[in-house]
């Protein structure tokens, strides 16, 4: 960790008059230059390359972030939004320095104070909420020892007020019961959990400035919407300022006062939430926006064309131009300068006033009904993997029962799953973390082996339990893409070693025949020849998932489980994924079963959706159905908690926000947390599936299929 700039620092030759976005160029006319904790000034940090040259990696930037305000930095993998939020406490990656410019807190130059100074800064004054909560938590120590740590090193409490100031924090980020919480290990909570536990010990020494690095990545949507809630209600009440950083726009647009658009390294676009979002003045915050999947159309978002360009490859030009629809040759010239709008944004754009000529996400024509007329043709066809009364769980019988025969009273984990896919069709996935989701792709994948019921393959195959008994090519035919490519990419082998694997168990290539399809893969997931050398230390979390994916269609399998393959992604990329995705099954007949949080990219790329809760099947049908229409009061708990890229759109929260780690005993599975119980009906009875058109069901004691079907079919 660099924190001396004395040593490396130098002046850009493309540094440019510092512009003040806290005072006559700010967007948000609130407060004065008293009030503000973090001022970037002209900052550019960079590394030296294999010639001895200075390649900057962030380029002049400018940003100021007062008391109570909450700035987004928003922009693809590699934008340098992590590394601007990192530079503003004072830290730099090993390699880094800085160029020229300052970053200040409390107009202390971060990179001028000594290590005991930034110690007393850090974790106290400005606190970081890593990505991954579960990874920043120490899996060995118990929930109120770590939260005790972090109170003794950055607060003033005694040693016999710890505790209380413990329980008084898991109190504040709504943890139910936390008596009982601070004698937990990290593994015996939710993800949504420990996410709270990471913000209650970023919280201890009562921070002025909470800098959050993709805080709710991988949270489903209800979770999402709470914490985001919590945070938004914590900064109003405390005056705390926060700097989010994150691809979701949606939840950028909830909790942000202004937003900072990043590319290549440079601030493009800062505005308020609202100016930014809703009418964005840069032709790359428009291509974003019109990536994004919605849940008010259907079909797949149009990806970005190209790719940003490396560090240092556009010092003189406008680094966005290789993509920009509205190209000139003085983009390619010359470098545009940061100017104020008239509407108080700050662009970097040469041509401004042409942007508002470019669509909008909802202008923007979707892909085709793909999915709906793919549905509809294998409708006819046999199913290709049918799975039939599953049910699954964790626990394993002892040695004394597997000898007696006896079989375990415990309630299985997922229960009573029957579906039926089609060669080409997409079945989405969506459910509340806990809800089984990924426990049944890891099932039909022979990973994890059911307790009673079977998986049919074609008809009339039932798939060995496990894979080791599978035959090669069905292990050919069936593969999966797991949520985090670090726990399935080897970290020792390039991405060539990687992607040559499943080719040469399945496929007979010479030496060049390997090379080559393994070039053309990294092409269709819009990486590149030029990886192949690259270790997965060397690629950032979008370009892992990438190789993750190319690794699973090198076997050209006809079934694909995709388990959270998106959510690492920033929208330009996860929209080129979904376009792969669609284009693999319109080539190959793929057939998926695709698993997200994010239930407008399961709409966008899904035939049928089933909704899970507590592992067991709430509704099941047509994905415009069950969008348009839901029909199960969990899936309008769902639905209306995900969040829109529009600030003035408020998620609806019906539901509380508990995590109950069994379904009850009796009754329906959703009794507990339904707005719409009806009593002894819902708590005591098993509730019956209830049939309506097009396939479209649901198991509640409700009958809103009633005016279009007969007797509800038991």
Same mark, same amino acid.
């Given at each position: ?17 510092? %512009? ?36 900057? @990696? ?37 390699? !880094? ?13 971060? &990179? ?62 709504? !943890? ?26 970023? /919280?201890? $020494? ?14 489903? #949507? ?148 793909? #999915? ?30 597997? %000898? ?41 994948? =022979? ?74 893969? /990294? ?12 270790? +997965? =230390? ?10 993750? @994916? ?41 057939? &998926? ?19 899970? &809760? ?22 309008? #708990? ?14 609806? /929260? ?8 069994? +379904? ?5 599975? *959703? ?23 097009? $396939? ?8 809103? *299929? ?9």
């Amino acid at each position: 960790m660099s924190t001396n700039p004395d040593s490396g620092t130098e002046q850009s030759m493309n540094s440019e008059p510092a %512009l003040r976005p806290g005072t006559d160029n700010s967007t948000d006319s609130a407060g004065s230059d008293s009030e503000v904790l973090v001022r970037v000034e002209d900052l550019s940090i960079g590394f030296t390359g294999k010639q001895g040259a200075t390649i900057p @990696i962030l380029r002049n930037i400018e940003l100021v972030v007062r008391r109570g305000e909450t700035l987004g930095l928003v922009g693809e993998s590699g934008s340098g939004k992590s590394t601007l939020a990192l530079a503003a406490m004072g830290y730099l990656k090993r390699g !880094l320095r800085v160029i020229n410019g300052t970053a200040c807190f409390k107009d202390k130059d971060m &990179y001028r104070l000594s290590r005991p100074q930034l110690e007393q800064v850090r974790g106290g004054q400005i606190a970081l909420i890593p990505q991954n909560s579960g990874q920043s938590l120490t899996p060995s120590q118990r929930i109120g020892a770590q939260v005790i740590e972090a109170i003794k090193l950055h607060s003033g409490y005694a040693e016999n007020e710890r505790k209380q100031r413990a329980i008084e924090l898991l109190t504040q980020v709504r !943890l139910p019961e936390p008596d009982a919480i601070v004698a937990r290990y990290p593994h015996e909570l939710s993800g949504g959990q420990q996410q709270r536990v990471a913000i209650a010990m970023a /919280l201890a $020494g009562e921070p002025e400035v909470l800098l959050l690095d993709e805080p709710t990545t991988g949270l489903d #949507v209800t979770t999402q919407a709470h914490i985001l809630e919590l945070l938004r209600d914590l900064a109003a009440q405390s005056g705390m300022a926060m700097v989010y950083v994150s691809h979701d726009l949606g939840a950028i647009a909830r909790v942000c006062d202004r937003v900072a658009v990043m590319y290549a390294g440079e601030v493009v676009l800062q505005g308020s939430a609202r100016q930014v979002l809703l009418d964005p003045e840069h032709p790359y915050a428009r291509g974003l926006l019109a990536s994004i999947p919605t849940l008010k159309q259907a079909g797949l978002p149009r990806a970005l064309d190209g790719r940003p360009p490396a560090p240092g490859a556009t010092e003189y030009a406008c680094a966005f131009s290789d993509r920009c629809t509205l190209v000139q040759q003085q983009c390619k010239d010359h470098r545009p300068p940061l100017q104020t709008l008239d509407s108080g944004s700050l662009v970097r754009c040469h041509f401004p006033e042409r942007v508002k000529t470019l669509p909008m996400a909802a202008d923007t024509p979707m892909a085709a009904d793909t #999915v709906e007329a793919t549905s509809q043709i294998n409708k006819n066809q046999s199913a290709v993997l049918a799975l039939k009364d599953l049910a699954i769980s964790y626990a394993r019988p002892g040695l004394l029962d597997q %000898l007696l025969g006896r079989v375990s009273q415990q309630t299985p984990t997922v229960a009573d799953i029957t579906l039926d896919l089609m060669k080409g069709e997409t079945l989405g996935l969506v459910g509340e973390s806990g809800s089984g989701k990924s426990t049944i792709l890891k099932t039909i994948a =022979g990973l994890l082996a059911p307790v009673d019921g079977k998986i049919v393959w074609d008809g009339e195959t039932a798939l060995p339990a496990v894979v080791k008994n599978r035959r090669p090519e069905q292990l050919r035919k069936i593969q999966i893409i797991f949520q985090n490519p670090d726990e399935s990419l080897n970290p020792r082998q390039t991405v060539e070693e990687i992607l040559a694997q499943p080719l040469s168990l399945y496929f007979d290539l010479n030496t060049d025949q390997l090379r080559a399809r393994t070039a053309a893969l /990294l092409e269709r997931v819009r990486l590149g020849a030029h990886y192949m050398d690259r270790l +997965p =230390g060397q690629l950032s979390g979008g370009e892992k998932q990438r190789v993750a @994916i190319a690794r699973a269609f090198a076997a050209e399998p006809d079934l694909v489980l995709c388990d959270e393959v998106t959510s690492a992604l920033d929208v330009s990329v996860q929209a080129a994924v979904l376009d792969l995705l669609n284009d693999l099954r319109s080539e190959r007949e793929t057939t &998926y079963v695709f698993v997200s949080h994010d239930l407008a990219v399961v709409r966008a790329l899904s035939d049928t959706v089933a909704v899970l &809760y507590q592992g067991r099947l709430c509704e099941v049908g047509p994905a415009r159905d069950v969008y348009s229409s839901p029909s199960h009061p969990y899936t309008e #708990v769902l639905l209306g908690a995900v969040l829109e890229p529009d600030p003035d759109t408020t998620p609806t /929260l019906v539901a509380d926000d508990v995590v109950e780690l069994a +379904p009850p005993a009796a009754g329906c599975p *959703f009794q507990r947390r339904c707005p719409m119980n009806m009593g002894e009906q819902c708590n005591t009875r098993t509730p019956p599936w209830r049939i309506g058109e097009q $396939g479209h069901v649901i198991r509640c004691h409700i009958d809103v *299929f009633a005016s279009k079907i007969d007797e509800p079919h038991e």
